[in-house]
C-alpha cells in the first residue's frame, strides 16, 4: 500500500503541513479509501492522521539528487 503522492490541497487543518517536502507514503486508508492517513516521506515522525484522498495526487515520477 506505499503508494507515494503529493497534498494538492492544504486546508482542513492541514496547513501546518505546507512547509514540509510534499511527498507522502500513504500508511492507512479509511472509510473505503476517502480518507487515508499519510507519513512524510523525509521525515516519518510527521504523520498526518486523516485526509481526503482527493487532496492527494499520485507522485508518478520521482526524481532523486544525483
Known amino acids: 500500500m506505499s503508494k507515494i503522492v503529493e497534498i494538492i490541497v492544504f486546508d482542513d487543518g492541514n496547513d501546518e503541513f505546507k512547509g514540509y517536502e510534499n511527498r507522502w507514503t500513504i500508511t492507512k486508508k479509511m472509510f473505503n479509501g476517502g480518507k487515508v492517513e499519510l507519513t512524510n516521506v523525509a521525515d516519518q515522525n510527521i ?13 508518478l ?6
Open 47 to 59: 504523520k498526518i492522521r486523516s485526509i481526503s484522498s482527493w487532496k492527494t495526487r499520485k507522485i
Open 61 to 66: 515520477h520521482l526524481q532523486y539528487p544525483e
